[in-house]
């Protein structure tokens, strides 16, 4: 698979790279289709703003320029893009001026990608807090050591896991963002104290009434996800995935999450095979 | 200056290295002062405690054979000892098996210690808060966006800043730990839930009977470093620093700061130019 660094077909950055050292980065990792990175106007938005929290400057055009020529070779993949504060300062200190490092990697598109779309996934609870972080809430940065911690506690029978903060509020799954529908409402969990915004969760924000739904952004609990009539799992690589069981509730209810399914297929938002 | 990779001279690492993507790494500072790396056990000790926490091997014999070999020509510097969980896995979910990275840099020695040494130095408090993490507090990991934001926020006559967590306890500064002592007690925050547990702290612990004090972890509150007799911070870099002023409050007792600084010279704990 291909690798670009600052423009250049390389697989190595420096060992003071401020990614590397501190996990001061952002990044997005964007399906690729028929040449197309979809989606690319709102992983372009959020990594700015991203970029923006951690005071990392942010060349639009170039990256977009190098994204462009990695994804034309491409028929299927993911594109896994990052932008790092770049090398010097001293320790915490910012280096002045700054020359972030961007770094671009293409990686095989997941093969249970599709399986779990057509048969729903079961949902496990993780053990696992998430802390409340305000300042960093929402983005999509480089230290990511509680996701981790969360994935390697998953129970062999989930194929994802839902987390809560330390107030017990329902945040996110590991690699997902989350939605329950009660009715015609649609709810996924507010992100200002934790968790990663994803850019599939604005995208169903946004067009949730062409579906026929009402959605909304609200303090979510577990007793919410138990009492849902359908619940599901979004990201830019799976798109969407239907939650059969979390726990000991199972769901049969699978309607809005493929008339998403289908949008998203219409909408370019996900690969159409 | 020196860089080793996996015991080789190498400025560089894979863009697939996990402590890039995902900041999952352990590091320590280290002072080297005439081939020696100062309070060298604890140092690998602590690093062993971080690599367990984050599920990533250890090899102590390799690492402590390539630390050796980078002194042997170090007269004063710090070195920088990082273990990243290496290449590989699935997105959030860990290699099996992982191949750790041993990355180890040396820098120049800080010019300024010695001047904040002999004066004290003006101690700010952080408008940061510092998010409460139980499962990360304590160890050293390459997570460390908010000592990075925490430290962009300094004002210009600061030269450290008291971070407080969400719960305004008093956590510890953006690069040391601090210690405030009243009477013959002398105390510093416990690290239960943020925080990095310093090898200094842990000495000055270790050995505050030895300059007549007892000295205990506690919980800590910005009250306590208002009305202590004596305030210090401490890392391993920098031995220790005396407070003169915090906010409003200044100090003139800065007895117990110079019995510690001579026993760090005594024990070989810190350069001794």
């Not at 329950?180 to 994803?198: F, S, W």
């Not at 979004?234 to 399914?261: A, E, M």
């Amino acid at each position: 698979m291909a690798s670009l660094v600052n423009g250049i077909t390389n697989e190595q950055v420096s060992v003071h790279d401020r990614g590397l050292l501190y996990g001061q980065s952002v990044f997005e990792t964007i399906a690729v289709y028929r040449q197309q990175p979809l989606l690319l106007d709102a992983h372009i938005q959020r990594l700015q703003r991203g970029c923006e929290v951690l005071s990392i400057e942010f060349d639009e055009a170039t990256l977009l320029q190098e994204i462009g020529r990695l994804c034309e070779a491409i028929q299927l993949a993911v594109l896994r893009v990052m932008v790092s504060m770049g090398e010097g300062g001293r320790g915490y200190l910012n280096p002045s001026p700054a020359r972030p490092n961007r770094i671009i990697t293409t990686h095989d598109y997941p093969q249970h990608a599709q399986a779990y779309r057509d048969r729903g996934v079961v949902l496990g609870l993780s053990e696992f807090r998430l802390a409340r972080q305000p300042a960093l809430a929402g983005i999509k940065h480089g230290n990511r050591l509680e996701q981790i911690m969360a994935r390697s506690n998953w129970q062999p029978q989930w194929q994802e896991a839902v987390l809560v903060d330390q107030m017990e509020n329902v945040i996110e799954a590991t690699q997902a963002n989350i939605f329950v529908r009660h009715g015609d409402q649609l709810l996924t969990p507010m992100l200002d104290q934790a968790g990663v915004a994803g850019v599939m969760r604005e995208y169903i924000l946004q067009s949730a009434d062409k579906v026929g739904v009402s959605a909304e952004a609200v303090p979510l609990s577990i007793a919410d996800i138990e009492s849902a009539e359908e619940v599901f799992l979004s990201n830019c690589i799976i798109g969407l995935w239907p939650v059969r069981q979390f726990q000991k509730t199972t769901f049969n209810d699978f309607s809005i999450s493929h008339k998403f399914f289908e949008l998203m297929q219409r909408d370019g938002a996900i690969p159409t095979f």
